[in-house]
């Protein structure tokens, strides 16, 4: 939790400064600094899902968040193309985003519980008991309530030690690495393609720039079914299939 907040934190912060931006040279590290946080927050939820819910629903999830997502994705775009013609429009595209630094915090905090792992490792059993008490509440109390005691005597508290970066491409562990940088190759070029070099593309063969993104959100908003469809395949035929045949039917696009 505690790195999602701080993703949160930076993100809607240096949103929320572009509306006293001044020059280029501003803009940019702003959202240089705003490119980090959500590195931070994007990744977050991944994790804390695998943590929080049985693994039969994870695949769910990720298909709800990747839609929450695109629908974010297709609504800057419009607005864009609404403030198009507007003087300030970027400051006024960033007010959104920057106005959930005093929202979006809050709700992290107060909804989403800490790793009842992370406090254990770190020589907290009460507060990961708590923690975890905490789900089960909020899930509707469905299992007893865990004590301090059921953990055993002496839970581990020491760190475990993190295997080296190379073990990520060590053999058994390579394919899947392998698998993981390909998806996040395709999936990164094919939305700034989308969001960045179409829109300059049609501006450049004369378009108007409320066109450009008019169509950009449009494509965005294509994706939100595709979305929600591969959720329901991968729990029915499983992951691999679903990119697989994802990345077949991707193949006559560059035609």
């Not at 693994?55 to 298909?63: C, D, F, N, V």
């Not at 450049?204 to 994706?223: E, H, K, R």
Request: with cysteine; hydrophobic share 50%; net charge positive.
């Amino acid at each position: 939790m505690t790195v999602m907040q701080i993703g949160v934190i930076l993100s809607t912060l240096c949103t929320l400064l572009i509306l006293v931006s001044q020059n280029f040279e501003q803009l940019l590290t702003l959202r240089l600094i705003t490119g980090i946080g959500l590195g931070f927050t994007i990744s977050a939820p991944f994790p804390i899902a695998a943590e929080l819910m049985p693994a039969q629903h994870r695949r769910t999830y990720g298909a709800i968040y990747e839609v929450m997502l695109a629908t974010a994705f297709t609504l800057l775009p419009f607005v864009a193309f609404v403030l198009a013609d507007h003087p300030s429009g970027f400051r006024l595209v960033g007010l959104p985003g920057g106005v959930m630094l005093f929202i979006a915090p809050v709700l992290v905090y107060f909804l989403i519980p800490e790793s009842p792992r992370w406090l254990l490792r770190r020589g907290r059993p009460q507060a990961a008991v708590d923690a975890v008490n905490e789900i089960i509440r909020r899930c509707g109390s469905r299992v007893a309530p865990l004590a301090v005691t059921d953990l055993g005597s002496g839970p581990a508290t020491a760190r475990d030690e993190l295997p080296p970066f190379i073990a990520l491409f060590r053999p058994g562990q390579l394919r899947w690495t392998a698998v993981g940088i390909l998806c996040g190759l395709c999936g990164g070029t094919a939305y700034y393609l989308i969001a960045i070099l179409l829109p300059k593309a049609l501006v450049d063969q004369g378009a108007a720039v409320t066109l450009s993104f008019g169509l950009s959100s449009l494509v965005f908003a294509a994706s939100i079914p595709g979305k929600l469809f591969n959720g329901y395949i991968m729990e029915i035929i499983g992951r691999r299939w679903t990119i697989t045949g994802a990345f077949v039917l991707s193949i006559p696009a560059p035609s």
